[in-house]
């Protein structure tokens, strides 16, 4: 058993003082009084700061000087999940955004490998490139095309653990659609310019 105290702790929904938090393993047991606080197992005063859960990011290009898509290695993953673990992150997905083809292909492999090897690292986030180009924003236009179906099979193969794909509708067929969420892919509206009732 671990009892951390000395910092406020912010529970998901408020910051909450003179408080320690439990835990047991890898559980978090309870959430005490100070003064309340077991004697027993290790104690940590943490002197200050905040305690909170660590944050998730599921929409992560860049960090410590390095953007996914100028890397995409295990390595370039790496150095991003360090950097904004300092700020809080303890999982994150990679975001690779339109580029040319070889770049995607390249950071679908190591996203698959980095899950293994990086701490946090989920997956990957495919933004692009089956977007509309009237709403591209600052993705290239020149790589921005409609999913073909070896696009739709190189994402279902990737088998890249947690993997979100943002889409532009009308740049991919409703089949391909179907057949990535049926793989487990989490498929995300953006950069569209369909309607609410075409979307």
């Not at 047991?29 to 940590?44: H, N, S, T």
């Not at 700020?87 to 980095?114: K, N």
């Not at 739709?152 to 990737?158: C, E, G």
């Not at 794909?165 to 310019?193: M, N, Q």
Request: a negative charge; one cysteine or more.
């Amino acid at each position: 058993m671990k009892v951390f105290y000395g910092a406020r702790l912010f529970d998901g929904e408020e910051m909450r003082d003179d408080c320690a938090l439990v835990i047991d393993g890898e559980s978090i047991q309870a959430r005490v009084a100070l003064k309340d606080r077991p004697r027993g197992g290790e104690q940590v005063d943490l002197g200050g700061g905040v305690l909170s859960p660590g944050f998730i990011d599921w929409q992560i290009n860049g960090g410590g000087g390095v953007l996914f898509n100028a890397n995409p290695t295990v390595e370039g993953i790496a150095a991003i999940g360090a950097a904004h673990r300092r700020a809080g992150v303890t999982a994150f997905l990679p975001t690779v955004v339109t580029d040319a083809p070889r770049v995607l292909t390249q950071a679908l492999a190591a996203a698959r490998e980095a899950r293994e090897r990086i701490p946090g690292a989920l997956g990957v986030h495919v933004e692009g490139p089956f977007i509309d180009s009237k709403r591209k924003g600052v993705h290239p236009p020149e790589f921005i095309r409609a999913m073909k179906e070896e696009d739709a099979n190189a994402l279902i193969a990737a088998r890249a653990g947690v993997m979100v794909v943002t889409l532009a509708p009308a740049s991919v067929p409703l089949e391909f659609i179907g057949r990535l969420a049926k793989a487990g892919i989490i498929v995300s509206l953006g950069h569209s310019d369909a309607s609410a009732e075409e979307a």
